[in-house]
């Protein structure tokens, strides 16, 4: 008697679970626009680059600054400015930390920036409570540019060598 080959089915990879809704209409979207052609290197300068803007002690110039600098560097405006505003929480909560230590920056020529002090001062010499608030925001200012001088690069180093492992170029 001879053997009868036994029938071979045909081998059906295992079934890939169904994505939600969200994740297929919003989230994998978002992230086909955001690394759109972006090379590891270009994507870890746009996250250190959105997070220091989005850390910038004045409000309102976060998305002028963000477009400027990613339209100069060609890098994606859209995921810059995403991370950029992405920070706006703590933006808010540091604002006022920067402002207070960027007076005492400028010594005896600013008093300190309190609450009750900026009051007394619009309610009684409105011009002092300007030149204080100017020597803040600059004071303010100059702690950022030299807090994003460490943090950027620190961001950048760290996140290149984790996208060149995911993205491919």
Not at 31 to 60: E, I, K, N, R
Not at 95 to 122: D, N, R, V
Request: net charge positive; hydrophobic share 55%; proline share 9%.
């Amino acid at each position: 008697m001879t053997e009868r080959p036994e029938p071979t089915l045909p081998v059906t990879p295992p079934a890939v679970p169904p994505q939600g809704w969200v994740r297929r209409r919003m989230v994998q979207p978002l992230l086909g626009l955001l690394s759109q052609g972006l090379t590891p290197h270009q994507l870890a300068l746009t996250v250190a680059l959105g997070t220091s803007f989005g850390l910038v002690p004045v409000l309102g110039i976060t998305t002028l600054l963000s477009t400027v600098t990613a339209m100069r560097l060609r890098l994606n405006v859209a995921a810059t400015l995403l991370i950029a505003h992405l920070w706006s929480p703590v933006q808010l909560l540091l604002i006022i930390p920067f402002m207070s230590q960027g007076a005492k920056l400028w010594g005896s020529h600013a008093p300190a920036l309190t609450l009750e002090k900026l009051k007394y001062l619009f309610a009684n010499d409105w011009v002092g409570a300007l030149q204080l608030l100017w020597y803040a925001l600059l004071g303010g200012l100059a702690l950022w540019a030299g807090a994003c001088l460490l943090l950027g690069p620190l961001i950048y180093f760290i996140l290149r060598p984790v996208l060149r492992r995911f993205v491919k170029e």
